[in-house]
């Protein structure tokens, strides 16, 4: 019979514990688990090492998903592809993403607001492009429009003036091309980015005072 021997904070991970049976090293564990399960030092640990290893995963499980989220904000779908991707169980995953929605740590309303912001402007993103940016990352239809319609309305965004810092921005790469090539490729430019017809249109009329025909087909940059 194995005991456990040691509990003992955790210097690699705040907030955890590392928990010893026989004086070796057999889980890292949250407060609350060890509280949970009864684990002191002396007590049977093979009476409870299937508890303890199911707890360890859980909560790897867990801190891998905070560690994804530190590095950026990702949507609930997002993030639940990602744990996959890295080999974590599906059942650990779905109570990771439970626990961080109850705390408030994902939520994807917020983070479609957060990301229609920063790509309307900052990167000159048009309403269409950004719907489209968020269904990729596991946004859903219904989340990304209210998102995208509540920042517009509170920002006062105006998608041809977006559409028109956008074409006023890439026109400086193109100042040394011919006036034909450079407003095909800012209107391929614009096209790209989901700006309509009308709003590309003004847009370089506004930026270099000539109206063009589109060209769809040229792509260069």
Known sequence: MRLITGIEPSHRREGRFEVYADGKHVALMSLDA?????????????????????????????????????????????????????????????????????????????????????????????????????????????????????????????EGSVAERAARKKLRSLSGLDPAVRNRRLYAYLARRGYDVTDIRRAIETVTGELVEPHPDDSDE
């Open 34 to 158: 060890v509280e949970r399960l009864g684990l002191r030092v002396g007590s049977d640990f093979d009476s409870v090492a299937e508890a303890v290893a199911e707890e360890a995963a859980a909560l790897h499980t867990y801190d891998r998903a905070v560690n994804l989220l530190a590095f950026r904000a990702r949507s609930r779908q997002e993030l639940r592809r990602s744990l996959l991707r890295k080999g974590e169980p599906e059942a650990h995953v779905e109570a990771a993403l439970d626990r961080l929605a109850a705390s408030g740590l994902i939520d994807d309303a917020a983070f479609a607001r957060q990301f229609a912001r920063s790509r309307s402007s900052g990167l000159g993103a048009s309403r269409r492009r950004i719907q489209q940016e968020l269904g990729r990352r596991g946004v859903s239809r219904e989340v990304g429009d209210q998102a995208i319609a509540e920042v517009y309305d509170e920002d006062e965004v105006d």
